[in-house]
């Protein structure tokens, strides 16, 4: 009886110092990965994003965080109540198609999420996450456009949108996506 707890204990032993091996590499591939996302971040130029029909430039407010989450991007547009009207089809297509100009020749694990925060005047928002692999898989060809925005969560004015083929459904109304890259 005293040898199989012997034995039994040893296996614990072992148990626990093969977990905190796995655990230390595993931080410190965290780290890597990490790191080298920051660092492939120094390459984009978010300056080619198309929000709201405007371009981002002086006077827009951006922030850049790399979370667990993935790529976090809050951006904050100074646009004033009279000169706009609301978020169009045409806005939308102009964001999607200006996604790959942006991360186009991005070095990002395909499992990298990207996540825009958009404040759009004083009323409107747009919230967009995708995997970047999903953006890769579409330039390439690989995936059609449907495909592509299915695997997008998007928010409109902080309600989900549903997507059905190349159409994005919120707030009663339809936004049909036509772009291309």
């Known amino acids: 009886m005293f040898k199989e707890y012997g034995r039994f204990k040893s296996f614990l032993i072992l148990l626990l110092v093969v977990s905190l091996v796995l655990s230390i590499v595993s931080v410190s591939f965290g780290e890597t990965v990490t790191k080298d996302v920051r660092e492939n971040l120094k390459d984009i130029r978010l300056n080619d994003l198309v929000v709201a029909g405007l371009t981002l430039g002086y006077g827009?407010?951006?922030?850049?965080?790399v979370e667990p989450k993935g790529i976090i991007i809050c951006i904050s547009l100074p646009i004033s109540p009279k000169d706009y009207k609301g978020i169009t089809q045409k806005d939308l297509n102009s964001f999607f198609a200006s996604l790959w100009k942006v991360f186009g020749t991005s070095k990002f694990p395909p499992n990298t999420r990207i996540n825009f925060y958009i404040e759009i005047s004083t009323t409107d928002s747009l919230i967009v996450e995708f995997p970047i692999g999903a953006l890769y898989d579409f330039y390439k060809e690989?995936?059609?456009?449907?495909?592509?925005?299915?695997k997008c969560d998007i928010w409109v004015n902080g309600e989900k949108a549903t997507i059905k083929g190349d159409t994005i459904k919120v707030l009663g109304k339809e936004f049909k996506m036509d772009f291309e890259f």
């Open 60 to 65: 827009c407010g951006v922030k850049i965080y």
């Open 142 to 150: 690989k995936i059609t456009r449907s495909d592509f925005l299915k």
